[in-house]
T-cell receptor, first 110, second 116 residues
Framework: DQQVKQNSPSLSVQEGRISILNCDYT??????FLWYKKYPAEGPTFLIS?????DKNEDGRFTVFLNKSAKHLSLHIVPSQPGDSAVYFC?????????FGTGTSLTVIP | DTGVSQNPRHKITKRGQNVTFRCDPI?????LYWYRQTLGQGPEFLTY????????KSRLLSDRFSAERPKGSFSTLEIQRTEQGDSAMYLC??????????????FGPGTRLTVL
């Protein structure tokens, strides 16, 4: 069973606009959430994370929001740049195990 | 280069053969993870080590799979009697885990296994 879900396999956004990537989870024991970016032929690269005690974490153009009651997190990228085009994975952890979503392929159109 | 490295990057083998992959984590990291990723899926957790101790193993890790981290530094993942279903990207990640809620993993480039 997929404990972490990314229901949008792809997303296209104009350069300069906001990109919003969504992620839902089912396990209420998850206490740490992360976003990774992946380019072809490379391993995932850590982007940003959030602890379950927070509802927002910001790092430059990237902001992650966590809604624990809805078991939902989102990644906002603003402004989006063509170099942001990649596959984005959300991940959640509990008891040392990490669970990844299936990824959302973001294309930023110049 | 101070990132996570994996060798080999690509491995092609015939069904029934044994293969071994190596992962060298970031030097001060105490945790090391192995994942498997197939096309269109996210990384699937296989196992992880805290120093040299293997703490968790996924039910995905059949008896044909074994992982070691003998000195708490590099790790090896061996697959015995490979099957075509083992074809995947095998990813290694490491982290410096002090508190459970700050365990950020850094991934290597992966080893792509193709079983013919």
């Amino acid at each position: 069973d997929q404990q972490v879900k990314q229901n949008s396999p792809s997303l296209s956004v104009q350069e300069g606009r906001i990109s919003i990537l969504n992620c839902d989870y089912t396990n209420s024991m998850f206490d740490y959430f992360l976003w990774y970016k992946k380019y072809p032929a490379e391993g995932p690269t850590f982007l940003i994370s959030i602890s379950s005690i927070k509802d927002k974490n910001e790092d430059g153009r990237f902001t992650v929001f966590l809604n624990k009651s809805a078991k939902h997190l989102s990644l906002h990228i603003v402004p989006s740049q063509p170099g942001d085009s990649a596959v984005y994975f959300c991940a959640a952890s509990a008891y040392g195990q990490f669970y990844f979503g299936t990824g959302t392929s973001l294309t930023v159109i110049p | 280069d101070t990132g996570v490295s994996q060798n080999p990057r690509h491995k092609i083998t015939k069904r029934g053969q044994n293969v071994t992959f190596r992962c060298d984590p970031i030097s001060e990291h105490n945790r090391l993870y192995w994942y498997r990723q197939t096309l269109g899926q996210g990384p699937e957790f296989l196992t992880y080590f805290q120093n040299e101790a293997q703490l968790e193993k996924s039910r995905l890790l059949s008896d044909r799979f074994s992982a070691e981290r003998p000195k708490g530094s590099f790790s090896t993942l061996e697959i015995q009697r490979t099957e075509q279903g083992d074809s995947a990207m095998y990813l290694c990640a490491s982290s410096l885990a002090r508190l459970a809620d700050t365990d950020t993993q850094y991934f290597g480039p992966g080893t792509r296994l193709t079983v013919l």
